[in-house]
């Protein structure tokens, strides 16, 4: 074969392969046209997931894209600020945890129980997939006004469910302190301290939920194994 005739018929097949991915698209972009709300919904989900899955420091413009299979300009017209959506996504996550956390102490008849029932869900490593997602958000909010002050606001949502129960539990009897917001302050710190640790597997993790237990327990004035006892009720 000739190069003249090569070259039409590397022309011919260039056009003939052209055609068709051109209709596809075409079809598959009409497909999948949505509302502005159902976009919005569809983005702020891809980037939960992409937390959970790999931290916040994973939601970039165009790995929100990949996930939901559009166009990073797309996300960019939805979601201008990749800061913003950062923030708003760790609210989101947070703010379910502690809303299913909430709903768990709930069904607790004491509030021993329901510290017991606290420290065991938070301290059990089923939840170290938001641990991350904590861990970033104390790095990444250094350099991110928006995600920092969601994390204020957040980790104040705590302290007042610590705080809540510990108060409760002093007018129930139930625990002994005269300063309840230190408690919880403290608590929360260790919580937070704990499964941070775990995150890289020093000492053993598997027993964070013990340890800390006794701690509580000379903070509250109760009895050695106190905490444990309950939770096995």
Do not use: C
Not at 24 to 45: H, N, V, Y
Not at 63 to 92: G, K, W
Not at 206 to 231: D, F, I, Q, W, Y
């Amino acid at each position: 074969m000739s190069r003249p005739e090569r070259t039409t018929e590397r022309k011919k097949t260039e056009r003939t392969g052209d055609s068709a991915p051109a209709e596809r698209t075409t079809e598959r972009k009409k497909t999948e046209r949505k509302s502005p709300a159902e976009r919005s919904t569809e983005i702020a989900d891809a980037a939960r997931s992409l937390a959970l899955d790999e931290g916040l420091s994973a939601i970039t413009l165009r790995a929100v894209a990949a996930r939901i299979d559009v166009a990073p300009a797309l996300v960019a017209h939805y979601q201008p600020s990749m800061e913003a959506l950062v923030a708003a996504t760790f609210d989101a996550i947070v703010g379910a945890e502690i809303d299913e956390v909430v709903a768990l102490l709930a069904a607790q008849s004491t509030q021993r129980a329901r510290l017991a029932a606290l420290l065991e869900t938070l301290l059990d490593g089923t939840r170290d997939d938001v641990t991350v997602v904590w861990v970033e958000s104390w790095v990444l909010g250094r350099r991110n006004d928006a995600l920092a002050a969601s994390v204020r606001e957040q980790m104040d949502a705590w302290r007042r469910v610590i705080r809540n129960i510990v108060d409760d539990g002093v007018a129930a009897g139930d625990f002994e302190t005269d300063d309840a917001a230190s408690v919880a302050w403290q608590l929360l710190g260790m919580i937070d301290g704990l499964n941070a640790h775990a995150l890289v597997h020093w000492e053993d993790s598997g027993h964070r939920g013990s340890r800390l237990n006794h701690a509580v327990e000379g903070m509250l004035g109760l009895r050695r194994g106190a905490l444990a006892a309950t939770a096995a009720d």
